[in-house]
C-alpha cells in the first residue's frame, strides 16, 4: 500500500485566507500526485461535505474531508497556518488543517487508518509536535507515525498503530466493564457516527473514552462509521447504567439502547464537550429519566449547551412543525376531495355514521370530508405535543397534548397550540430539574410528572392567557379576511420569497406553517385560501427553475447537476422544494437569490389573480382543486422562467478558473449531495 502522505503533501506555510482556498491549495498537491483526477470535481465535495457541517474543531484544527469518485487512493494533505484559516470552530481560527480524500470505494483498511488520524488529532502532543516540526519530510512522518532514527517519538503514536488500538478499543473496554464487581463503577455506551463517517466519529469517540478515564466511569463506544461497525457485546449494552449518542446520521440498531437514560447531542459536541454529556447522563440516570432509544433526533433535541435561545427556539417549533406537517397534508387533502367530489356544501352533510350510501358519490364526499375534518382536528394538539417533545423527551407530550387541545377548545388555535407546548416543556423541565427521592424516582416518569405539569398547563391555558391568545388569534384572521389589492400582492411576495429562502428550512416552514393555519377550519375565509395557493405555487419554482436552466444551458453544469436536473421536474411538479438543494448547496450566491426573486413574483401573481387553494399541499396532483387554475399555473411558470434566466446570467458572467479540465465548468461547480452521491455511512 502507497504512502498516504508524504513530504510533497505538507505545506508548513500555507497563505490560504479561506477554507476554500485552504482546500485547494491542499488538493492541488494531490492532483499533482496523480491522487486526485478532477481538481474542481473534488472540490465540489469537499464543499458540498462542508456544507452539512462546519468542519473546524476546537483547538485550531480544520478537518476538510469527504469521499469522492475524483480520489484515486486514500490521501492526507497537511498545511500550517501562520494566521489561521475560519473552519467554523467555536474558538476561532485553525492552524492545523487536513485534507482527507477517499475514494468512494475506499476499502476498510484504508478507512481505518484514516479513522486512526483523526482519533490521533484528540493527541494534545501530537498537535504540539505537528505545530513545531521544522520539515516537511519531518510533519510527514510524525504524521504517518514512522518511528524516528534511534527511538520512537513519544509524541506520535503511529497512525497504522492507533488503527488497531482504535478497532479494538471497544474489546478492551468490553473486557475492563467485567472487572471490579466489588467496587462498581458508572457503566455508559455511546455510539458516535457523522454523514462520511471518517473523521468526526472517531474524534467524538476518543474525546469520550478519555472523558469517561478522567471521570472514572467505565465506557465503551461504537463509532459506526464508513467502514462499518462492531456491535457492542449485547451484555455491556445491558449491564450499562446510560447511553450517549452523539451522531449527525441515525443510529443504527438503536432500539438495542432502549430504556435507558440518554443524552442524543451531535456528533461535535461528543467531541467538544465529552465532560459535559457524561455529566448530564449521570444526572438523568440519578433522576430516572428513561429515555433509551426513542430519544429525538438532532433536528428535534432542544439545542445543545452554548446555543442562544432563539437557536433552541428554533428547534423547538421545527419539532412541532415536522410533526405536524403530515397531519395536514392527509387531512386537508382529504377535505379538499371531498370539496370536489361533492361541492362546498359537503361540510354540511349528515355523519357517515347515520347515512352511508355505497353507490353515492356523496356518501364517499361526506366521508373523505369527515376524515379529513378529523385529522385536521389534531393539528394545534400535535403541535403542542411535539414542541413539549422536543424541549422534555417523553415527559412533554402528555401536558403538550393537553395543553393544544384546550387551545383547540378555546378556539385559542396555533397560537395558543405554539404557547401551549412552550409552557408544557418549560414546566416539565423545571420539574426535572427538582431533587427527587430515591424511593419515587421509578414513578416520576409515568405519574408525577404528567399529573403535575399537565394541572399546571391546563390551568394556564384556561384561567390565564387562553382568552388573551383566542383573542390575538381572532384579530389575525380578521385581519387576513380584509387583505387585498396591494396589501394581498405584497403578501404573497413575501411568503414566496420566505418560501425560496431556504427550500425546506425553518425560515420555509413558518410560511407553510401561517398558510396552513389559515384554511385549517372547516370552513375558510377566501383571503386564506389565496395565501395557501401563493405559497404552493412559490414552493415549486426553486426545482422547476434549476431543471429549466439544466435543460437550456447545460453546459454551464456538469454532467452530475444535469443528471440532478432532470430529477428536478419531477420534485418540482410534485411540490418537493428541497430538489434544489443540490444546486443552492454548492452555488448558494447564485441559485438561492434567483429562486427568492422568482418566488416572489410567483406569489405576488398568485395573489393578483386570485388563485385559491383548499389543499395544503401544492404540485399537479392538487391543479384540479385550485380556483382560477390556468393563471395558477401561469403564475408558477412566470416565476420559474424569471429564476432560470438568473441563474444562466449570474453563472454565464463568472469566469472559470485557470486550468479548468472543462470550458464550461464553474469554479465551484454544483455537487450532489450525501443523500445522491457519496455514501452516507450511519
Not at 544 to 568: H, S
Not at 590 to 610: D, H, K
Amino acid at each position: 500500500m502507497s504512502e498516504m502522505i508524504t513530504a510533497d503533501l505538507v505545506d508548513l506555510d500555507l497563505s490560504a485566507d479561506t477554507k476554500e482556498a485552504a482546500a485547494r491549495a491542499l488538493a492541488e498537491r494531490m492532483v499533482a500526485q496523480g491522487r486526485v483526477t478532477d481538481l474542481e470535481g473534488f472540490l465540489a465535495d469537499v464543499a458540498a461535505r462542508e456544507a452539512q457541517m462546519p468542519t473546524g474543531l476546537d483547538g485550531g484544527i480544520g478537518i476538510p474531508h469527504c469521499r469522492s469518485e475524483y480520489v484515486t487512493e486514500p490521501s492526507l494533505a497537511f498545511g500550517r497556518s501562520a494566521e489561521g484559516v475560519d473552519f467554523g470552530a467555536p474558538d476561532g481560527p485553525a492552524d492545523l488543517i487536513f485534507l482527507i480524500a477517499a475514494p468512494a470505494g475506499a476499502d476498510d483498511a484504508h478507512l481505518t487508518i484514516l479513522s486512526a488520524l483523526a482519533r490521533q488529532l484528540m493527541n494534545a502532543e501530537f498537535t504540539s509536535a505537528l505545530r513545531s516540526v521544522g520539515d516537511a519530510e519531518s510533519a510527514a512522518a510524525l504524521i504517518r507515525g514512522d518511528e524516528p532514527e534511534g527511538g520512537t517519538d513519544s509524541a506520535a503514536t503511529p497512525v497504522a498503530a492507533s488503527a488497531g488500538a482504535a478497532a479494538g478499543s471497544s474489546t478492551a473496554s468490553t473486557a475492563a466493564a467485567d472487572t471490579g464487581a466489588d467496587a462498581r463503577p458508572f457503566r455508559i455506551v455511546a455510539v458516535t457516527s457523522c454523514p462520511t463517517g471518517i473523521a468526526h466519529t472517531y474524534m467524538a469517540a476518543e474525546a469520550l473514552e478519555n472523558a469517561g478515564r478522567d471521570a472514572g466511569v467505565e465506557l465503551v463506544v461504537e463509532p459506526q462509521g464508513s467502514a462499518g461497525f462492531t456491535r457492542l457485546d449485547p451484555a455491556v449494552i445491558a449491564a450499562a447504567d446510560a447511553v450517549i449518542f452523539a451522531h449527525d446520521v441515525p443510529v443504527r440498531e438503536k432500539e438495542r439502547f432502549a430504556g435507558k437514560p440518554t443524552v442524543d447531542v451531535g456528533v461535535k459536541a461528543g467531541i467538544n464537550r465529552p465532560a459535559e454529556l457524561i455529566t448530564e447522563v449521570r444526572g438523568k440516570a440519578e433522576r430516572g429519566e428513561v429515555s433509551g432509544g426513542s430519544a429525538p433526533t438532532p433536528v428535534e433535541r432542544g439545542g445543545e449547551a452554548g446555543e442562544g435561545y432563539g437557536s433552541k427556539l428554533r428547534k423547538w417549533l421545527m419539532s412541532g412543525v415536522s410533526y405536524m406537517v403530515p397531519f395536514v397534508a392527509a387531512g386537508g387533502l382529504l377535505i379538499a376531495l371531498g370539496f370536489a367530489i361533492g361541492g362546498y356544501e359537503i361540510k354540511s352533510a349528515p355523519s357517515v355514521m347515520d347515512h352511508f350510501v355505497w353507490t353515492q358519490t356523496d356518501s364517499w364526499a361526506a366521508l373523505m370530508f369527515q376524515i379529513g375534518a378529523v385529522a385536521f382536528g389534531f393539528l394545534v394538539p400535535v403541535l403542542a405535543g411535539y414542541i413539549a417533545y422536543g424541549m422534555a423527551d417523553r415527559p412533554g407530550l402528555v401536558p403538550g397534548f393537553v395543553g393544544g387541545m384546550i387551545a383547540s377548545t378555546i378556539n385559542a388555535g396555533f397560537l395558543g397550540g405554539l404557547a401551549a407546548g412552550l409552557i408544557a416543556g418549560g414546566v416539565v423541565l423545571a420539574i426535572q430539574k427538582v431533587k427527587i427521592p430515591k424511593a419515587v424516582r421509578g414513578i416520576m416518569p409515568v405519574v408525577v410528572i404528567p399529573l403535575i405539569s399537565t394541572a399546571i398547563v391546563g390551568f394556564l391555558m384556561f384561567v390565564v392567557i387562553g382568552k388573551p391568545i383566542a383573542s390575538a388569534q381572532k384579530g389575525m384572521t380578521d385581519w387576513l379576511n380584509g387583505l387585498s389589492g396591494s396589501n394581498a400582492i405584497l403578501l404573497g411576495a413575501l411568503l414566496g420569497l420566505m418560501m425560496c429562502f431556504d427550500l425546506g428550512g425553518p425560515v420555509n416552514k413558518v410560511a407553510y406553517t401561517f398558510a396552513t393555519a389559515g384554511i385549517a377550519v372547516s370552513n375558510p375565509s377566501d383571503s386564506a385560501m389565496k395565501i395557501m395557493a401563493a405559497v404552493m405555487a412559490a414552493g415549486m419554482v426553486p426545482p422547476l427553475a434549476m431543471a429549466l436552466a439544466t435543460t437550456v444551458r447545460g453546459k454551464l453544469f456538469t454532467e452530475t447537476e444535469r443528471e440532478n436536473g432532470k430529477a428536478a421536474w419531477v420534485l418540482g411538479a410534485s411540490f418537493i422544494s428541497e430538489g434544489a438543494i443540490p444546486f443552492a448547496a454548492a452555488d448558494p450566491l447564485r441559485v438561492i437569490p434567483s429562486a427568492m426573486v422568482g418566488g416572489a413574483i410567483t406569489g405576488s401573481l398568485s395573489m393578483a389573480f386570485g388563485a385559491t387553494l383548499r389543499a395544503p399541499h401544492g404540485g399537479i396532483f392538487v391543479v384540479p382543486l385550485i380556483g382560477h387554475a390556468f393563471l395558477y399555473l401561469i403564475a408558477i411558470a412566470v416565476g420559474m422562467c424569471v429564476s432560470a434566466a438568473l441563474v444562466v446570467v449570474l453563472k454565464g458572467m463568472r469566469k472559470s478558473p485557470a486550468g479548468s479540465a472543462a470550458p464550461g465548468a464553474p469554479e465551484d461547480i454544483s455537487a450532489p449531495t450525501a443523500d445522491t452521491k457519496q455514501p452516507v455511512a450511519a
